[in-house]
């Protein structure tokens, strides 16, 4: 991969020596796909593959979910993992404003600001996780323990 491929995402799990592997999948420029059919794209089980969710809280602040691509966040259990009353998913038209990328190109490393990231549990029962490499058409796979020190995250159960 030449230097001008890489994303924001890719340089942080670099300067933090996370091994990681970028996959790329085929894509219309500017698309978003859903999760499920980028696992079936790069040859992946979609339970390895996890999306990132973006939310804000009673407090007003952000706060990250990262959940395999097939599940669905337990927004109640998502709240309580950060000490919320209550999140809700943001707009996807703040998407870029608050996280620097764009909707179906946002991963977990290499955010605007370090927001608090929560994987879900299920995360530490992989081999491996792919998430989003910062771009639409890239994924990143890395050892669970790593991605998620670099992302600063912590885990806790917040998927149905």
Do not use: W
Not at 14 to 20: L, M, S, T
């Amino acid at each position: 991969m030449g230097k001008e491929a890489k994303t924001n995402a890719m340089r942080i799990l670099e300067r933090a020596k996370v091994a990681y592997t970028a996959h790329e999948y085929p894509h219309e420029e500017g698309v978003a796909v859903d999760g499920v059919t980028v696992a079936a794209s790069i040859g992946e089980d979609p339970a390895c593959v996890y999306k990132t969710l973006v939310t804000q809280g009673n407090s007003r602040n952000y706060f990250v979910f990262v959940i395999p691509v097939a599940a669905e966040l337990d927004l109640k259990a998502a709240a309580r993992s950060v000490g919320e009353k209550s999140v809700a998913m943001i707009h996807v038209a703040d998407i870029n404003k608050v996280t620097g990328y764009v909707r179906g190109g946002c991963s977990p490393v290499g955010m605007k600001k370090q927001y608090t990231t929560v994987f879900d549990e299920s995360v530490l029962s992989q081999p491996k996780v792919y998430v989003s490499g910062g771009r639409i058409g890239t994924q990143v796979c890395c050892v669970p323990a790593d991605l998620i020190k670099a992302a600063r995250a912590t885990t806790a159960k917040i998927i149905f």
